[in-house]
């Protein structure tokens, strides 16, 4: 028998797996080597950016410039890392009128002990005076600029608007709507307006009603996405100057891009899929996942990306074990309702194409992994909620083999669920 260990919030549950007539398999990502220091990454990406001239030469004295930078739910992104680099860059090419735009999409308002902290204390003095946060549902605070060919309506932030040069900044991870996050995400949703994002947003469901999602719009997929194609058009009607990009390790930043916000954005794209996505041969009859532990499994609405990332591994009818210590609930009312509101899916589609919104989009889709397959959730949440999600409760991952169909010829084991994106080769 073969010992495993998973995270769930701050502690680890063990167990056993028997290996005789089965096969077992762990899928993690693959973690940078030690790279060079996070200031040596920046200064190379800024001093050879990608189909781009330098930042320091695509702009002029006298130019109004705009920076975006991503909100306190992206503080991983370590924006106080890089920001110093990028003033200086302007400063070198002879720009003082520079201020900074939080995309904070349709997110709170934050404090400026949020704004420092996510800039860190030099960047936010060079600043200060100049940070704004992006107020997705004040008419006031946006311009309209058209449509785009899919019809969503281009309505952004007048402050970026009005910018004679705009830089995008970010951090690219799997995404499951735009294939990715980081790129024209700075823009759409990051300062759109609250209809502008929604209606983009629910380009994830078919065009024909009661077909569900579209199989098209997902992680790691850009072309043929219509989510991601109908947000780079947003972004163009900035055409954004610039972009600096992160790919993080789980501590540090791995890699930096720089340069034209399309290509240098589909590098940095690259490098996520080759850390963080698992090539599979093929789909497992069970797939036992954790979200890693604390803060990934917070709540069972952030636990949403380990499962999406669990159905990847896993054949319809299979079984998924999943770990989620959920500590703080459910963690979005929207999630909640739309397993609460609604008797089976055909409603939960039927009001999500209504009205659209991320958490019942999630829900949603939980509600289609749920009878896809059968889940067992290890983690504090009552056992009525767990139930009303469509999967069934229990307290250890040995409860739910016990429970489980046997025996079980191929098994994947995904110890950070909440990282890694498994694919089969097929997989474009």
Not at 20 to 46: N, Q
Request: aromatic fraction near 10%; include cysteine.
């Amino acid at each position: 028998m073969k010992k495993f260990r998973l995270s769930i919030g701050d502690r680890y549950q063990s167990f056993g797996y028997e290996e005789e007539d089965t096969k077992v398999k762990v899928l993690e990502p693959i973690y940078f080597p030690t790279p060079e220091s996070e200031e040596a990454l920046v200064k190379k990406a800024l001093e050879r950016p990608i189909d781009s001239a330098p930042l320091s030469e695509l702009v002029k004295s006298g130019d109004r410039v705009c920076i975006i930078f991503s909100d306190i739910t992206r503080l991983w992104v370590r924006h106080h890392v890089f920001m110093p680099f990028i003033l200086d860059e302007l400063n070198r090419g002879g720009v003082k009128d520079i201020y900074a735009v939080c995309g904070n999409g349709d997110h709170r308002d934050h404090t400026e002990e949020e704004f420092k902290k996510l800039l860190g204390e030099r960047s936010y003095d060079r600043l200060k005076g100049r940070i704004y946060g992006h107020h997705a549902r004040d008419p006031e605070e946006l311009v309209s600029l058209g449509k785009t060919t899919f019809g969503t309506p281009v309505k952004i932030n007048k402050k970026v608007a009005e910018a004679d040069k705009v830089i995008l900044t970010g951090g690219i991870v799997y995404h499951f709507l735009d294939g990715w996050s980081g790129g024209k995400k700075s823009i759409m949703p990051g300062v759109s307006s609250r209809e502008s994002i929604f209606t983009n947003h629910s380009l994830a469901l078919r065009p024909e009603e009661g077909k569900g999602l579209d199989p098209a719009v997902g992680a790691g997929i850009m072309r043929g996405n219509r989510v991601s194609d109908d947000a780079v058009e947003v972004a163009s009607f900035v055409n954004p100057t610039f972009l600096l990009n992160v790919v993080l390790t789980p501590e540090r930043i791995g890699a930096v891009v720089a340069g034209n916000y399309i290509t240098a954005h589909r590098e940095g794209a690259k490098i996520c899929e080759k850390y963080y996505g698992a090539q599979i041969d093929r789909l497992a009859d069970l797939s036992i996942v954790s979200c890693g532990g604390y803060p990934a499994d917070i709540n069972f609405y952030q636990t949403y990306k380990t499962l999406y990332n669990a159905e990847r591994a896993t054949r319809p009818g299979g079984i998924i074990i999943l770990l989620s210590e959920s500590r703080e609930g459910m963690g979005n009312e929207d999630f909640y309702h739309m397993f609460i509101d609604y008797k089976n899916n055909s409603e939960r589609e039927k009001a999500l194409r209504e009205k659209y919104t991320i958490g019942g989009h999630m829900a949603f889709h939980d509600a289609l992994m749920a009878e896809k397959f059968t889940i067992f959730v290890v983690s504090s949440l009552p056992d009525r909620q767990v139930e009303q999600a469509g999967m069934l409760p229990v307290k250890t991952v040995e409860e739910a083999m016990d429970r489980a169909q046997k025996p079980h010829p191929f098994t994947y084991i995904i110890p950070h669920g909440h990282d890694v994106f498994p694919y089969l080769k097929e997989y474009g």
